[in-house]
């Protein structure tokens, strides 16, 4: 069966720090992967998609950047952190276009 | 207007009931549909997927869709505590596009 790793599960960083989340998928191939942010009361906002090792789709100017160095594995990073970059962030993956999407666990994010 | 609108509750029922969540979306041209559980500080869990209208069971879970008025629900039978969260809906609206309502938090009590 398919799961999501998703790490660390809570995360407390310094404004300006960088800061890599990592996602993996084990039990599939060439899944769909995402990134989300939710916040209290707004939902889930879209950042990143991929469809393959290499292709990233941004869809929220941020300062925040996705790379998928292996076909299951999907990494989010920043360079320098900004008080509005705290959250919850979630990956996720979904096997074929136009099916559901399956959700990790998330990584409560706190800049300070 | 939003694309999905979600009531954000809380809800709060006894232990037992039948709950009622609802979500109401704006575009004809949604196919696809679904529902999460996501308990606190956790990622949201699929409890039901689905394309057609009428309704899809599983187990104490109905989901059932209207695209004639764009209204879609969940039911839950013989509630319990166990599933007091924040439950989301979800339609896709293009490839590799969800759209989530912003969750309706249900409590049920003992």
């Known amino acids: 069966s398919q799961t999501i790793h998703q790490w660390p599960a809570t995360l407390v960083q310094p404004v300006g720090s960088p800061l890599s989340l990592e996602c993996t998928v084990e039990?599939?191939?060439?899944?769909?992967l995402y990134w989300y942010r939710q916040a209290a009361g707004r939902g889930l906002q879209l950042l990143f998609y991929?469809?393959?090792?290499?292709?990233i789709s941004s869809e929220v100017p941020q300062n925040l950047s996705a790379s998928r160095p292996q076909d299951r594995q999907f990494i989010l990073s920043s360079k320098k952190l900004l008080l509005s970059d705290s959250g919850f962030y979630l990956c996720?993956?979904?096997?074929?276009?136009?099916?559901?999407?399956?959700f990790g666990q998330g990584t409560r994010l706190t800049v300070v | 207007q939003k694309e999905v609108e979600q009531d954000p509750g809380p809800l709060s029922v006894p232990e037992g009931a039948i709950v009622s969540l609802n979500c109401t979306y704006s575009?004809?041209?949604?196919?696809?549909f679904m529902w999460y559980r996501q308990y606190s500080r956790k990622g949201p869990e699929l409890l039901m997927y689905?394309?057609?209208?009428g309704n899809k069971e599983d187990g104490r879970f109905t989901a059932q869709v209207d695209k004639s008025s764009k209204y879609i629900s969940l039911f839950i039978r013989d509630s319990q505590p166990s599933d007091s969260a924040t439950y989301l809906c979800?339609?896709?609206?293009?490839?590799?596009?969800?759209?989530f309502g912003t969750g309706t938090r249900l409590k049920v009590l003992a």
């Open positions: 996720a993956w979904e096997g074929q276009p136009n099916t559901e999407a399956f």
């Open positions: 039990g599939t191939s060439n899944p769909n």
């Open positions: 991929s469809v393959g090792i290499g292709q």
């Open positions: 575009n004809s041209a949604f196919q696809y």
């Open positions: 689905t394309y057609s209208s």
């Open positions: 979800a339609v896709i609206s293009g490839t590799y596009k969800y759209i």
